[in-house]
């Protein structure tokens, strides 16, 4: 079974291109999974997204193959999340700032966040290790935006990122995360890719929903040189929830010694 090709970014001139993309991408969806469509609102922007995922039984299967795998990616990314929800809303409050800008998204969830920075006029590379996922965030965009992003599939906890064709030399001005930070080892990678693609001035918006780990992360930052500041958001969530979601808005100012910097996290 041929794989869709995801290399390359697809930008739409017409209607009739996008709903032949949009057909593509949906008969090599339908031979994986059994979609289910939810309506996903964003509380403040007011903007509302149709998304589509893997139905109940699709995300069962999906569980118990991860499962067996050895390294047992789980695919969390097939349920819209409170914090691509709360970072889709503020990229459209904060449309101005990424409208022109190169962005990098990592972990491609379901294209929530990835839709709202096509809308806003952002070009957008979005990176996760699924290929499912990728494949729908590419069908979500085109069916929400009417563009796409370019997606690379890599394992950003232990491949190194290929991020540096010649046209992306300079990095990248805007990186966005939305609860990518699930453990202690994920701590150290994601530091390590996002200072090695930062332009000067360029910022990391990260979206978590109040996890431990996540404060972990900004405490090893901040002794690496990172400084930023918060903001609580709340819902509703599309599941009906009104849980609170950090939004952080940090810089990279200074390169410190990694030995002293070290010690602010642990690496697990």
Same mark, same amino acid.
């Given at each position: 079974?041929?794989? #869709?090709?995801?290399? *390359?970014?697809?930008?739409?001139? @017409?209607?009739?291109?996008?709903?032949?993309?949009?057909?593509?991408?949906?008969?090599?969806?339908?031979? +994986?999974?059994?979609?289910? &469509?939810?309506?996903?609102?964003?509380?403040?922007?007011?903007?509302?997204?149709?998304?589509?995922? !893997?139905?109940?039984?699709?995300?069962?299967?999906? &569980?118990?193959?991860?499962?067996?795998?050895?390294?047992?990616?789980? #695919?969390?990314?097939?349920?819209?999340?409170?914090?691509?929800?709360?970072?889709?809303? *503020?990229?459209?409050?904060?449309?101005?700032? *990424?409208?022109?800008?190169?962005?990098?998204?990592? @972990?491609?969830?379901?294209?929530?966040?990835?839709?709202?920075?096509?809308?806003?006029?952002?070009?957008?590379?979005?990176?996760?290790?699924?290929?499912?996922?990728?494949?729908?965030?590419?069908?979500?965009?085109?069916?929400?935006?009417?563009?796409? !992003?370019?997606?690379?599939? $890599?394992?950003?906890?232990?491949?190194? #990122?290929?991020?540096?064709?010649?046209?992306?030399?300079?990095?990248?001005?805007?990186?966005?995360?939305?609860?990518?930070?699930?453990?202690?080892?994920?701590? $150290?990678?994601?530091?390590?890719?996002?200072?090695?693609? $930062?332009?000067?001035?360029? +910022?990391?918006?990260?979206?978590? !929903?109040?996890?431990?780990?996540?404060?972990?992360?900004?405490?090893?930052?901040?002794?690496?040189?990172?400084?930023?500041?918060?903001?609580? *958001?709340?819902?509703?969530? #599309?599941?009906?929830?009104?849980?609170?979601?950090?939004?952080? &808005?940090?810089?990279?100012?200074?390169?410190?010694?990694?030995?002293?910097?070290?010690?602010? @996290?642990?690496?697990?």
């Amino acid at each position: 079974m041929s794989e #869709p090709s995801l290399a *390359v970014s697809e930008r739409s001139d @017409g209607g009739a291109d996008v709903a032949r993309r949009i057909a593509r991408i949906e008969a090599w969806l339908s031979r +994986q999974i059994t979609l289910e &469509f939810e309506p996903c609102a964003l509380p403040r922007s007011g903007r509302t997204y149709r998304i589509a995922k !893997p139905d109940q039984a699709s995300r069962d299967r999906l &569980f118990e193959e991860a499962r067996q795998d050895s390294e047992k990616q789980m #695919p969390h990314w097939a349920k819209i999340w409170a914090s691509g929800v709360a970072l889709a809303d *503020v990229v459209c409050e904060r449309a101005e700032e *990424v409208a022109g800008q190169q962005v990098l998204e990592l @972990g491609a969830g379901l294209g929530t966040t990835a839709t709202a920075v096509l809308e806003s006029g952002g070009s957008l590379v979005t990176a996760d290790y699924s290929l499912l996922s990728l494949t729908l965030c590419r069908y979500n965009t085109l069916r929400n935006a009417a563009r796409a !992003p370019e997606c690379l599939r $890599f394992n950003w906890r232990s491949e190194p #990122p290929p991020l540096r064709p010649a046209r992306r030399e300079a990095g990248f001005s805007l990186i966005l995360a939305a609860d990518v930070l699930y453990e202690g080892r994920d701590i $150290f990678p994601l530091l390590d890719l996002v200072q090695g693609l $930062f332009t000067p001035g360029a +910022q990391l918006w990260l979206a978590e !929903p109040v996890r431990k780990t996540a404060q972990r992360f900004l405490d090893t930052a901040a002794a690496h040189g990172w400084q930023g500041t918060s903001r609580t *958001v709340h819902g509703p969530w #599309p599941d009906g929830t009104s849980d609170p979601v950090n939004i952080h &808005f940090l810089s990279w100012t200074q390169r410190l010694d990694r030995l002293p910097a070290d010690l602010a @996290g642990l690496r697990t």
